[in-house]
T-cell receptor
Framework: EAGVAQSPRYKIIEKRQSVAFWCNPISGHATLYWYQQILGQGPKLLIQFQNNGVVDDSQLPKDRFSAERLKGVDSTLKIQPAKLEDSAVYLC????????????FGQGTRLTVV | SQQGEEDPQALSIQEGENATMNCSYKTSINNLQWYRQNSGRGLVHLILIRSNEREKHSGRLRVTLDTSKKSSSLLITASRAADTASYFCATDNYGQNFVFGPGTRLSVLP
């Protein structure tokens, strides 16, 4: 079974630039999560999708971050404009559904904002 | 908002010893899960325990859950150098509010 795919693996941008991350979850998984993990901290939930609807985006900085999950499969997370404090690893995860929440994580995208 | 808190923040033991780390949480949960993260890698699911379960085993892992104290513990027996990683607990309430704690960094010395 293929795992969660994320791209790119690494990205370096200047502050105020924009960046986009892509995630392809495990086939058939209804729930998709985006997490931000700052070095030395636990993952922080940014947004949770159930199919193509948003379940929780309470911690997503909506003035600069946006995410979508078209057709309930792939997802993109965008930051525009980026700030220095956005430097982190962005993790995508998927799980079968709301009653089976064992999450499978991708390798993450390491973003450095300079 | 952060739900789970792991304790201790860091733990260093010798190979062959047991490692115990704890997780406390604040609100009602349906599941509690433990994950491992090796340096620079994604998180790997270790074990899930439901709110109506008190103990669960998987290989060298033993997880307990005390819903009255809102706490869980993860025991790794006969530790190996390969167990060196960060360990996180995560809680959810029927898929809602799926959040992680700050983690315990475990170092297993050869």
């Amino acid at each position: 079974e293929a795992g969660v795919a994320q791209s790119p693996r690494y990205k370096i941008i200047e502050k105020r630039q924009s960046v986009a991350f892509w995630c392809n979850p495990i086939s058939g998984h209804a729930t998709l999560y985006w997490y931000q993990q700052i070095l030395g901290q636990g993952p922080k939930l940014l947004i949770q999708f159930q199919n193509n609807g948003v379940v929780d985006d309470s911690q997503l900085p909506k003035d600069r971050f946006s995410a979508e999950r078209l057709k309930g499969v792939d997802s993109t997370l965008k930051i525009q404009p980026a700030k220095l404090e956005d430097s982190a690893v962005y993790l995508c995860a998927s799980s079968p559904g709301l009653t089976n929440t064992e999450a499978f994580f991708g390798q993450g995208t390491r973003l450095t904002v300079v | 908002s952060q739900q789970g808190e792991e304790d201790p923040q860091a733990l260093s033991i010798q190979e062959g010893e047991n490692a115990t780390m704890n997780c406390s949480y604040k609100t009602s949960i349906n599941n509690l899960q433990w994950y491992r993260q090796n340096s620079g890698r994604g998180l790997v699911h270790l074990i899930l325990i439901r709110s109506n379960e008190r103990e669960k085993h998987s290989g060298r892992l033993r997880v307990t859950l005390d819903t009255s104290k809102k706490s869980s513990s993860l025991l790794i027996t006969a530790s190996r150098a390969a167990d060196t990683a960060s360990y996180f607990c995560a809680t959810d309430n029927y898929g809602q509010n799926f959040v992680f704690g700050p983690g315990t960094r475990l170092s297993v010395l050869p």
